[in-house]
T-cell receptor
Framework: SAVISQKPSRDICQRGTSLTIQCQVD?????MFWYRQQPGQSLTLIAT?????????ESGFVIDKFPISRPNLTFSTLTVSNMSPEDSSIYLC?????????????FGPGTRLTVL | DQQVKQNSPSLSVQEGRISILNCDYT??????FLWYKKYPAEGPTFLIS?????DKNEDGRFTVFLNKSAKHLSLHIVPSQPGDSAVYFC???????????????FGKGTLLTVNP
C-alpha cells in the first residue's frame, strides 16, 4: 500500500487566518481525497482531488473555504481559509489503491487543527 | 442523517475472548463495506472489507459478516489481543444516484478496549 505523509501534524491557529495542509504520497495515484473528522463525529469527505482538473466538493463544502491544489500525481494541498473554532478538526488525506481488486482507501496520519 | 451507524461508542472485552463490533446502514445502494482501525494520533488503517455479493469474509483473526436483508454488518475479532485496542470505523461505498464508487461513508466509530 502507498505510504502517505502529512504536514503539519498539528497546529494551533488564530481565528480568521488560513492554514495549508500538505499531503505527500510515495507513489503516483490518480485519486486523492480530503476528509475531516470533527470531535466525536465520523470522517466526512470534503472533496476529491484529481490531477489536472478542479477538485470535486461534497455537499456542504465549497472551494472558497477549502481550496485544494493537485499539481502532480504524488502531492496535494488543502487550505482551510478564514478559520473559525468550528474548523477545529482532524484533517486527513487518503488515496485509492487501484492495484487492489476492490475499493480501499489508505489514509495519511492526519493533521490536528485547533482554532482559537 | 447518518447513513452508517455504529450505535456502540465503546466496547470492553477480555484478552482471548471474542470482540463483536456492529454496524448498521440505511442506504440500500451501498454494495461494498470496509472496516478501519485507528490508533490515537494515526490515520485510519484498512482492516478488512466485504462485497455485497458475499455474506462473510475472513482474514486471520478478523471476520466480517454481512446481512443485507437487515442492512447490518459485524466485525468479529477472535481471539482478542490487547494490541487490538483502538477505534474501529465501519465504512460503506456504492454506486447510487449522485454518488460515486469511491466515496466512503463512515460511521462514528467504536472504541474497543481489550483488557489483559
Amino acid at each position: 500500500s502507498a505510504v502517505i505523509s502529512q504536514k503539519p501534524s498539528r497546529d494551533i491557529c488564530q481565528r480568521g487566518t488560513s492554514l495549508t495542509i500538505q499531503c505527500q504520497v510515495d507513489s503516483q495515484v490518480t485519486m486523492m481525497f480530503w476528509y475531516r473528522q470533527q470531535p466525536g463525529q465520523s470522517l466526512t469527505l470534503i472533496a476529491t482531488a484529481n490531477q489536472g482538473s478542479e477538485a470535486t466538493y461534497e455537499s456542504g463544502f465549497v472551494i472558497d473555504k477549502f481550496p485544494i491544489s493537485r499539481p502532480n500525481l504524488t502531492f496535494s494541498t488543502l487550505t482551510v481559509s478564514n478559520m473559525s473554532p468550528e474548523d477545529s478538526s482532524i484533517y486527513l488525506c487518503s488515496v485509492e489503491d487501484l492495484t487492489l481488486a476492490d475499493v480501499e482507501q489508505f489514509f495519511g496520519p492526519g493533521t490536528r487543527l485547533t482554532v482559537l | 442523517d447518518q447513513q452508517v451507524k455504529q450505535n456502540s461508542p465503546s466496547l470492553s472485552v477480555q484478552e482471548g475472548r471474542i470482540s463483536i463490533l456492529n454496524c448498521d446502514y440505511t442506504n440500500s445502494m451501498f454494495d461494498y463495506f470496509l472496516w478501519y482501525k485507528k490508533y490515537p494520533a494515526e490515520g485510519p488503517t484498512f482492516l478488512i472489507s466485504i462485497s455485497s455479493i458475499k455474506d462473510k469474509n475472513e482474514d486471520g483473526r478478523f471476520t466480517v459478516f454481512l446481512n443485507k436483508s437487515a442492512k447490518h454488518l459485524s466485525l468479529h475479532i477472535v481471539p482478542s489481543q490487547p494490541g487490538d485496542s483502538a477505534v474501529y470505523f465501519c465504512a460503506a461505498s456504492g454506486s447510487y444516484s449522485g454518488g460515486s464508487n469511491y466515496k466512503l461513508t463512515f460511521g462514528k466509530g467504536t472504541l474497543l478496549t481489550v483488557n489483559p
